[in-house]
């Protein structure tokens, strides 16, 4: 059974950091891409950032310079540390696992921003 647990949302002021982690089972970790997106309240979901299996990345225009994505084959983990967090960041942030036409999406961690 594949299962993708994120973890470390919270409620954070304005300008402050999160580091995000995103725990997966059930399959080869390193052979997956691991997506990070958000969804904010009547809005739909949003591509924030991407890792291949090789450790290239790349992000969305609302994520560069203020988070970074990265993942420890050994612990089978995708993180996302964001910093300089700004209200409009405020959403449910989600992980997902794709290779080849699979792909899995984790339950989400809420994240908001707010002073």
């Known amino acids: 059974q594949v299962q993708l647990v994120e973890s470390g949302g919270g409620l954070v002021q304005p300008g402050g950091s999160l580091r995000l982690s995103c725990a997966a089972s059930g399959i080869i970790f390193s052979d997956y891409i691991m997506d990070w997106y958000r969804q904010a309240p009547g809005s739909q979901r949003e591509f924030i950032a991407v890792i291949t299996s090789e450790g290239g990345t790349m992000y969305a225009d609302s994520a560069k310079g203020r988070f970074t994505i990265s993942r420890d084959n050994a612990k089978n983990t995708v993180y996302l540390q964001m910093a300089s967090l700004k209200p409009e960041d405020t959403a449910v942030y989600y992980c997902?696992?794709?290779?080849?036409?699979?792909?899995?999406w984790g339950q989400g961690t809420q994240v908001t921003v707010s002073s």
């Open positions: 997902r696992a794709t290779w080849q036409s699979r792909y899995y």
